[in-house]
């Protein structure tokens, strides 16, 4: 959950076209330091920002958009990015605990259905009782 790649093409800028991964270092910083492992993706697309998580985009911009080497609360875009990730890890988090939740009812269901197995006892579970007070009296 806790894992980001950016996938980044080349800037266009002063008319050449080249990869700049210091226009995405306050990004990059930020998130590492909320915990977050992140992974620079070169790609071949012009102008190209993605931030993906869980094989989900979840923030897309245009890299000119982003300031060189800035601190992350001085370009208002960084922000928007960060707030984008967090957002998303809380969203994947609880939908996490609400599919295992209901994977445990659907697995309780079965086992208190007519068709699951049935429970072999030697004796009832109403003598189990019994036998445990009269034992811890």
């Given at each position: 959950m806790q894992f980001v790649r950016i996938y980044y093409g080349p800037c266009d800028s002063f008319y050449t076209v080249s990869h700049k991964p210091?226009?995405?270092?306050g990004?990059?910083?930020h998130?590492?330091?909320?915990g977050f492992r992140?992974?620079?993706?070169p790609v071949d697309y012009v102008n190209?920002?993605?931030?993906?998580?869980?094989g989900h985009e979840v923030f897309r911009c245009n890299i000119k958009n982003l300031a060189i080497n800035t601190h992350f609360e001085r370009d208002p875009v960084c922000r928007r990015a960060i707030n984008a990730v967090?957002?998303?890890?809380?969203?994947?988090?609880r939908a996490r605990s609400h599919r295992w939740f209901w994977a445990l009812i659907e697995d309780q269901i079965f086992r208190r259905s007519e068709f699951a197995?049935?429970?072999h006892w030697p004796f009832g579970l109403d003598d189990n009782l019994n036998v445990t007070k009269q034992l811890f009296k």
């Amino acid at each position: 959950m806790q894992f980001v790649r950016i996938y980044y093409g080349p800037c266009d800028s002063f008319y050449t076209v080249s990869h700049k991964p210091q226009k995405l270092r306050g990004l990059r910083d930020h998130l590492q330091t909320l915990g977050f492992r992140v992974d620079l993706i070169p790609v071949d697309y012009v102008n190209y920002c993605v931030l993906e998580m869980c094989g989900h985009e979840v923030f897309r911009c245009n890299i000119k958009n982003l300031a060189i080497n800035t601190h992350f609360e001085r370009d208002p875009v960084c922000r928007r990015a960060i707030n984008a990730v967090v957002e998303s890890s809380e969203k994947f988090l609880r939908a996490r605990s609400h599919r295992w939740f209901w994977a445990l009812i659907e697995d309780q269901i079965f086992r208190r259905s007519e068709f699951a197995p049935k429970d072999h006892w030697p004796f009832g579970l109403d003598d189990n009782l019994n036998v445990t007070k009269q034992l811890f009296k």
